[in-house]
């Protein structure tokens, strides 16, 4: 087996140098009956690269790249030009291959580009502070609603109608344990009086803008009413790039900013591993979950990072912990943090306009095919539309033509009756005029 | 100057004129290594003997802090939370956690004294 | 002669001389690098991109006011940025990295090509799932392969990683307790215990009850049972335990869990000693979770993304989260909402947007078909026989705390070997850096006093074993002869000496401002 460098002759030699008969006598406790043979597994045997290569790729082909047809998938995860400089240096050996930073002095790289990727993540949101990332945006949005609960000692949590499903679900699974979530209505291009939800026993509000339809939210009148009453406001993003030209949650009086930064850096690879950004105020830090690196010198007075803070985690506090996550998402946080310092403000500001103009004209353009109307009147690079027949099999219809024409509101509500017909749709700087001329043509004849 | 009184958990208490002034011993510190930060309780809260009062961090350890005696907090040390080296420095003194109003001034009794605390200390 | 004025003298003589402090700071291949906030300046960019003038904005007045504040670099200053920084990090394709209990195995470079192939990586979450079949064939393949290593009935994918296969376990067993209509507010974990199994207790809303470890390094079995009661929910117990030692009884504490009517989580961080010899579902486990970027390979990252797929037992396979893969006999259908699942599934919720970390399993399946059924058992065997072949070389010099072994697939050392010597586990572990070596795990598990946790894993030669043992026995002699000076502020060869964590933790500065700028006010 090419990953395995000990011969025959070496383990004979080992085994002699530890006094064992043979490998067996080494798994002596394991009591006799739980030892099964090889031909237990049904499984096959050891293969050479190629053969594994031929496999694999067959599976893959029998998918559909969303880089080979027009797409127009967004609502949590959006297709974005990651320029090659990122992939290539997320795999140099020692960001790739390297562990937790536990041991400052030989792990510098990670903590310094932590450090940065904290700072690029509070300067995004409009923050004071940030963490060195969860797992991804839902979850991330699951640890601000049970951190708002800590520090309000509260239990209820708001949840806006305008929330991710998926995002909401995974808030509700961790945070009915121990406190009471409730949903606001849903409705579509519209935002629902939340604020009116708000009482003396909510922790926080959590809010999300651009909402699941593309709406972008106001949230400072949110976060007013939420503050008269003693709750926080929990800003939800799911699409990073918006930083770039919307107002920030910081500047909104949000309390806690979860977010997802797929989008920077990272590709749509179904779904995950993605990057959780969180971000909050610097008097809350206390609370956080997740690892942080912090500034130091060593000692001969030179700069320096640590893992720090660490009596909120896990591995010091154990059942006191703020949370029992364990790692964060190092190397897609690492892509996340190239790919920014690749754009700059002047690049991420520029890509941000770009997509937001690429989703403005699509829009324009198919709100004139007839049988379609638009719902997102304000939206960043995603908006939805209504169609005169339910948006499931327009879009099943449009694959067949090899275009991947969004995301069915149905799919993520499937219960709720207006979803039926609306159809989320989401266009980055991917898209070209051609990819958005197939889609209206392509909808025009499905609807007709 | 009034008696000092030791518990297991290694908090001193100091009573004056019904007010137990609360902090955690010289050995206590010692094992606890550099202090990095203590989390107080706010003025007003009630405690019970043997109740979290208080916690104290030091890089790889944190630690509740338990109030040996019942009553109601009066003030904690404000001083810890911008220097908590201070705890380091003179746990026994400038170093104090919190006051409180005792409410049930028989416990203070029951506590060790010095001598009791030594010896328990030199049992560990 | 013809004068070659050229020539220069190209033989090295011994020079005993230190280097005088450099001009630029750099020292050689060491090259010191500011941040990229300090390096960057105002207008630059490393992405062209056209600079498109927005005809009608739609943004509903919520367009940004002020500057965000990110510095402007070229691509050349940014991969140079980058590569610097990476110099500064250990790695397992750079040196041998014995951390016990984190399983630093070689990462095939393979994998990592065939999660980049676009069927895989350029794939929505939302496809059409007629669209979207190899994804799932690939996740149906991944799924196959863990239910038959572990010997279960059911997986559950989602998990982002170990710790939240923890989570995802304890939900199932709290969902399972509630259909019985009971009440079991108690879970029991040993001292021994990652610190992520009564941080997960807690969280799941439960309350830690300790059972203590023997003399030996086990879990006392007795005391397990003499605990368990009406209240208790379950046991969460790693095995391998994080001692690095089987758990003899383990079916015996199965059995008596089960009599009790709790449940048996097993934390599946260890697998990688039993794979492809022992089926954890063999052993009365009712859910465990497998860190595939411990025992499959996945790239750890500097500290992830993980992936922490959970394996069920039949009594809670009914309670798995969403999403559910199904297949119908002619195609794979992800189901995503309880009221669609059939078949008696009641899901307990869901962990996380989505299916799970699909570049993970792209990774994890293509190491196992690489080892298949007979390289993966070569692989725990390897692991296992590396592990004790450091402890056997190494018992005469350093301390074992659990005697001759065996041990499984990671070696425990105490500190006892270093008591009179001045030397801490801290300082032996970074004198190991001026070695050229990553420590060892210290101080965990906390059961044993000052420990050292070795993890050689199978991917060293014996060679390379040699090599870290001769080390670690002349580190070992001279510390207890009273040569410690390589011992004293060690590391002295690194990027960094020790740092003042503590200084880090009273000031925390976790953030780069403009000099200008005070720290925020609160």
């Known amino acids: 087996m090419r990953y395995h460098p000990l011969t ?38 050891t293969k050479g690269e190629l053969e594994v290569e031929r496999l694999m790729s067959r599976m893959a082909a029998r998918n559909l790249a969303a880089g080979s047809v027009p797409s127009f998938c967004g609502a949590g995860a959006y297709r974005h030009h990651v320029p090659a400089a990122v992939d290539h240096l997320i795999q140099r050996s020692e960001f790739l291959t390297s562990y937790t930073p536990y041991q400052p002095e030989i792990a510098q790289g990670t903590l310094q580009y932590l450090f940065e990727f904290q700072t690029q993540v509070a300067l995004l949101a409009g923050m004071e502070v940030a963490n060195a990332s969860l797992y991804d945006g ?15 000692r509260r239990s209820k949590a708001i949840l806006s109608g305008g929330l991710h499903p998926h995002y909401a679900e995974t808030v509700e699974t961790v945070a009915n344990l121990s406190g009471k979530v409730v949903r606001a209505p849903v409705t579509p291009g519209a935002a629902e009086d939340i604020a009116e939800m708000i009482d003396n026993e909510t922790a926080c509000v959590v809010v999300q803008s651009p909402d699941v339809f593309g709406l972008i939210r106001d949230l400072k009148p949110i976060a007013a009413a939420a503050h008269a009453k003693g709750a926080l406001l929990i800003a939800v993003v799911t699409e990073a790039m918006s930083f770039g030209l919307l107002e920030p949650p910081g500047a909104q009086d949000a309390d806690i900013v979860a977010a997802e930064g797929q989008s920077i850096g990272n590709g749509l690879n179904f779904g995950g591993p993605y990057v959780g950004l969180f971000a909050t105020r610097e008097k809350f830090i206390r609370q956080m979950p997740g690892r942080l690196s912090g500034e130091t010198v060593d000692a001969e007075g030179r700069r320096g990072f640590v893992l720090t803070l660490s009596t909120r985690e896990q591995h010091i506090r154990r059942d006191k912990a703020t949370s029992n996550i364990c790692t964060n998402s190092g190397l897609c946080c690492l892509a996340f943090t190239i790919h920014l310092s690749l754009l700059g403000e002047e690049g991420l500001t520029r890509l941000a306009r770009q997509n937001h103009a690429r989703a403005a004209s699509l829009a324009v353009r198919l709100a004139k095919v007839r049988g379609v109307s638009l719902v997102t009147d304000s939206f960043f690079n995603e908006f939805t539309i209504r169609l005169s027949k339910p948006a499931r099999s327009v879009v099943d219809a449009l694959a067949e033509r090899g275009i991947i024409a969004g995301v069915p509101a149905s799919r993520l509500f499937p219960h709720d009756k207006q979803a039926r017909d609306l159809l989320i749709v989401a266009a980055t700087e991917t898209n070209t005029d051609e990819d958005c001329e197939a889609f209206a043509k392509g909808l025009s004849e499905v609807l007709s | ?67 040996p005696v019942s009553g109601e907090v009066t003030a904690s040390n404000a001083a810890l939370s911008d220097d908590p080296a201070k705890v380091n420095a003179d746990p026994e003194g400038a170093g104090w956690f919190f006051k409180v109003k005792l409410s049930d001034a028989g416990e203070v009794a029951k506590l060790m004294t010095r001598a009791q605390y030594d010896e328990f200390v030199k049992g560990l | 002669m013809t004068m070659n004025k ?85 790695a397992i394709d750079s040196g041998l990295y014995p951390l016990g209990s984190c399983t630093m195995k070689h990462n095939p470079r393979l994998n990592e090509k065939m999660a980049r192939l676009p069927g895989f990586g350029d794939v929505h979450p939302l496809q059409p799932q007629q669209t979207v079949q190899g994804a799932f064939q690939l996740i149906g393949e991944l799924m196959r392969w863990l239910t038959t290593m572990t010997g279960m009935p ?49 969280f799941a809303g439960f309350t830690v009850d300790e059972v203590p470890a023997t003399k030996d390094g086990h879990v006392d079995a007795d005391a397990l049972e003499a605990k368990l009661g009406p209240d208790v929910c379950a046991i969460m117990l790693t095995n391998p335990n994080t001692c690095g030692l089987f758990e003899p009884r383990i079916i015996e504490m199965a059995n008596a869990v089960h009599k009790a009517g709790a449940y048996f989580y097993c934390d599946g961080a260890n697998f990688n000693a039993i794979a492809g010899r022992v089926r954890p579902g063999d052993l009365g486990i009712d859910a465990m979770h497998i860190n595939l970027h411990k025992t499959f390979s996945t790239p750890h990252g500097g500290g992830g993304p993980g992936a922490g797929p959970v394996v069920l037992s039949e009594r809670l396979a009914p309670y798995a989260p969403l999403p559910l893969l199904m ?58 026989l590396s592990a004790n072949y450091i402890l056997a070389s190494l018992k005469d010099v350093m301390s074992a705390p659990f005697g001759e072994g065996p041990c499984m697939h990671e070696a425990l050392f105490d500190d006892s070997f270093l008591e009179g010597t001045g030397v801490t586990t801290l300082d032996f572990a970074k004198a190991m850096i001026d070695e050229g070596y990553h420590p060892m795990t210290m101080y965990f598990p906390l059961v044993v006093h000052g420990a050292m946790l070795i993890e050689p894993t199978e991917s060293e030669s014996k060679d390379s074993l040699d090599r870290f043992i001769h080390v670690l026995r002349t580190m070992a002699q001279e510390a207890k002869a009273g040569k410690i000076q390589r011992f004293e502020g060690a590391p002295r060869l690194a990027p960094r000496r020790r740092l003042d964590e503590t200084a880090a933790a009273r000031k925390p500065v976790l953030r780069w401002r403009p000099k200008n700028l005070p720290q925020a006010a609160e």
């Open chain 3, 327 to 384: 297949h119908d006999g002619n195609e794979f259908r992800m189901i995503e909402h309880a009221d669609e699942a059939g078949g008696g599934a009641k899901p307990f919720g869901r962990m996380c947007a989505f299916h799970g970390q699909m570049g993970m399993f792209t990774r994890a399946l293509a190491y196992m078909l690489s080892h298949g059924r007979d390289g993966i058992r070569q692989a725990s065997e390897d692991a296992v």
């Open chain 2, 1 to 67: 100057m009034s008696e000092v009184r030791y518990t297991k958990e290694h908090e001193w208490v100091r009573v004056e004129s019904g007010e137990a002034t609360v902090g955690i011993t010289q050995y206590a510190a010692e094992q606890l290594g550099d202090v990095v930060f203590v989390e107080l309780p706010e003025a007003g809260r009630k405690v019970g003997a043997g109740g979290e009062a208080a916690v104290v961090e030091s890089v790889k350890a944190a630690s509740e802090v338990y109030a």
């Open chain 3, 6 to 90: 050229q020539g220069r003298a190209t033989s090295i003589e011994a020079q005993s001389d230190v280097a005088p402090p450099t001009i630029s700071g750099d020292r050689g291949l060491d090259h010191e690098e500011g941040l990229i906030f300090e390096l960057g300046r105002p207008g630059m960019t490393g992405v062209d991109v056209p600079d498109v003038q927005m005809s009608e904005e739609r943004l509903g007045g919520q367009r940004r006011r002020g500057p965000i504040g990110l510095p402007g670099l070229s691509e050349p200053e940014v991969v140079r940025h980058y590569v610097r920084l990476s110099r500064m990090n250990y």
């Open chain 1, 8 to 45: 025959t002759e070496d383990r004979a030699q080992m085994l002699a140098r530890i006094g064992a008969k043979d490998i067996d006598a080494l798994f002596r406790d394991v009591p006799k009956s739980a030892v099964v043979p090889l031909s237990a597994f049904d499984l096959p045997d």
């Open chain 3, 154 to 202: 059911a997986v559950a994918m989602s998990p982002k990683a170990g710790a939240h296969g923890e989570l995802c376990g304890l939900l199932a067993i709290r969902a399972a307790i509630e259909a019985r209509g009971e009440k079991r507010p108690r879970i029991l974990v040993p001292e021994s215990a990652h610190g992520t199994n009564p941080a997960t207790a807690a």
């Open chain 1, 138 to 152: 839902s979850t991330a949005t699951a640890e601000a609603v049970l951190m708002a609960q800590r520090l309000t």
